[in-house]
């Protein structure tokens, strides 16, 4: 094994939904991921794109999340793959959100009670 290379930085862990980030509902069991790959790496400033696994309670759909270089390529793609249309599939495609959670500080007390 190469130790020169580090699986822990993007995309290796999955997806991390961020203003760079395209959310796919609903792809069919019928279009494969060769099928996205080749259509997305046509986008400008593609970079990777993860699939769900396939829910046997819904048909066998899947989910997808297209991750880009930069928020504006990601703006561009959105507008595309809005007219995208793979063996007669529109796509529904939704722009992921960076969300920010406030840190909660709580104090805690500790009572000992000698019995």
Same mark, same amino acid.
């Given at each position: 094994?190469?130790?020169?290379?580090?699986?822990?930085?993007?995309?290796?862990? &999955? =997806?991390?939904?961020? $203003?760079?980030?395209?959310?796919? !509902? #609903?792809?069919?069991?019928?279009?494969?991921? *060769?099928? +996205?790959?080749?259509?997305?790496?046509?986008?400008? &400033? =593609?970079?990777?794109? $993860?699939?769900?696994?396939?829910? !046997? #309670?819904?048909?066998?759909?899947?989910?997808? *999340?297209? +991750?880009?270089?930069?928020?504006?390529?990601?703006?561009?793609?959105?507008?595309?793959?809005?007219?995208?249309?793979? !063996?007669?599939?529109?796509?529904?495609?939704?722009?992921?959100?960076?969300?920010?959670?406030?840190?909660?500080?709580?104090?805690?007390?500790?009572?000992?009670?000698?019995?």
């Amino acid at each position: 094994m190469d130790a020169s290379l580090d699986i822990t930085g993007a995309p290796f862990f &999955g =997806f991390d939904p961020n $203003s760079q980030t395209l959310f796919v !509902k #609903s792809i069919p069991k019928m279009i494969s991921r *060769w099928d +996205l790959t080749e259509a997305f790496e046509k986008l400008t &400033g =593609f970079v990777s794109l $993860s699939l769900s696994e396939p829910f !046997k #309670s819904q048909e066998f759909i899947r989910y997808g *999340w297209i +991750l880009f270089d930069t928020e504006g390529n990601c703006n561009k793609a959105f507008e595309y793959l809005k007219t995208l249309n793979i !063996k007669g599939y529109a796509f529904n495609v939704v722009k992921s959100r960076s969300q920010t959670k406030s840190v909660k500080v709580s104090d805690l007390i500790y009572v000992i009670i000698n019995i």
